[in-house]
């Protein structure tokens, strides 16, 4: 079993940054593909970013130029850095790992998950 945990949310202030972090534990994540989600309020949750353990990184649209996915792949580690944060970036935020190594943007393809960071960034 992974366990993920998050840590690095908080209030912002529009054009600001934060970067948010994920710890893995419980067995290496070599191989894995792991990735970052997030669900506002009445919302569903959706992809944000991903990156494969060969490093190959994806993006949503919406976060693409402003967000960096980044791994430490040592230290069972992933980071995102998020900059010029907008209102409609407030969520929680989720770190996820995919097993099978596949970076793809669907929830269901992840099967283990931390328990999220809220990031609220304000206008």
């Known amino acids: 079993q992974v366990q993920l945990v998050e840590s690095g949310g908080g209030l912002v202030q529009a054009g600001g940054s934060l970067k948010l972090s994920c710890a893995a534990s419980?067995?290496?994540?070599?191989?894995?593909?792991m990735g970052w989600f997030r669900q506002a309020p009445g919302k569903e949750r959706e992809f944000v970013a991903a990156?494969?353990?060969?490093?190959?990184?994806t993006y949503a649209d919406s976060v693409k130029g402003r967000f960096t996915v980044s791994r430490d792949n040592a230290k069972n580690t992933m980071s995102l850095q998020m900059n010029s944060l907008k209102p409609e970036d407030t969520a929680v935020y989720y770190c996820?790992?995919?097993?099978?190594?596949?970076?793809?943007?669907?929830?269901?393809?992840?099967?283990?998950w931390g328990q999220g960071t809220q990031v609220t960034v304000s206008s």
């Open positions: 996820a790992a995919d097993s099978r190594g596949r970076a793809f943007v669907e929830v269901t393809h992840y099967n283990y």
């Open positions: 990156r494969k353990w060969s490093g190959d990184t």
């Open positions: 419980g067995r290496t994540v070599a191989g894995y593909a």
